[in-house]
């Protein structure tokens, strides 16, 4: 029986081998059709020590080859960087001095724009104290106008009856004053808002005669205009040529109507003689 002695003796006198790492499935397919090399034995101490030689060789000459590089291009670089600090230095102080110019005309135009709007919005703040009072009067007649327009009863007729004989039916156009009092709102809303700028006018000589003029222009409510037209002809169905008003018609004799003449009963007339 050997002792632990014994043992270490014994693997003192055997050189140390290596246990190559198994290969997968993928390396040894890659191996087979010549796309990877077998990777060579690490663990050959002469090999390794050669593979090690070589790249502190190749390292070497890299390190050298920067250096050279290094040498010849700093020096002309760093005289470049001189020379541009005793430029910057000789320019420092007028740049300098020209900022300081510059910002306190900046700061002097700023205080001043500022002063003249302040001066300005004081005398404006007095104009509109001292507003003519018929400028109010004239926003509350406007919000009595408003209600009345809102409480304004929308309305509607037909007008001028055309037969279509296409649908086989009269059509008429449609008139109503919904669109006005819709426009009316609208410009009494602006208006409104409007004529609060007037108080801020110094010149409010002729004020009462602009208000009136501006009131008087406002569109009227009651104002019937056209919503909707008769149907339009189309180039594969255009109009008929036949289209008479139904007031046209009223008193006339039955077969003097060109639509019963083309209907039923007119046929039978034809017929009977």
Avoid: C
């Amino acid at each position: 029986m050997r002792t632990a002695a014994g043992q270490h003796a014994g693997m003192r006198d055997h050189p140390i081998t290596h246990i190559p790492r198994p290969r997968s499935q993928r390396q040894v397919v890659n191996e087979l059709r010549g796309i990877e090399q077998p990777e060579p034995d690490e663990f050959d101490l002469a090999a390794a020590a050669e593979r090690r030689a070589a790249l502190r060789a190749t390292a070497g000459a890299e390190i050298s080859s920067i250096e050279a590089q290094r040498d010849a291009e700093l020096p002309g670089l760093a005289a470049a960087e001189e020379r541009a600090r005793r430029h910057l230095e000789s320019l420092t102080p007028a740049y300098q001095e020209a900022m300081r110019a510059y910002a306190a005309a900046q700061g002097e135009h700023t205080r001043r724009a500022h002063d003249f709007a302040y001066a300005r919005e004081r005398q404006v703040r007095r104009v509109y104290a001292a507003a003519e009072p018929v400028i109010q009067e004239t926003r509350t007649a406007l919000t009595e106008l408003m209600q009345a327009t809102i409480a304004t009863m929308a309305e509607s007729e037909e007008r001028n009856a055309l037969y279509d004989e296409r649908q086989g039916r009269w059509v008429h156009q449609i008139w109503s004053n919904a669109p006005s009092i819709d426009r009316r709102r609208t410009a009494i809303l602006a208006l409104f808002h409007d004529i609060e700028g007037m108080k801020a006018e110094p010149d409010q000589g002729d004020i009462r005669e602009r208000l009136a003029r501006l009131v008087e222009a406002l569109p009227d409510a009651s104002e019937l205009v056209l919503v909707r037209d008769y149907p339009k002809a189309e180039p594969a169905r255009p109009w008929p040529a036949y289209k008479q008003a139904r007031e046209e018609l009223i008193g006339r004799p039955i077969d003097d109507n060109p639509e019963e003449r083309r209907s039923r009963r007119g046929i039978l007339n034809r017929l009977i003689g």
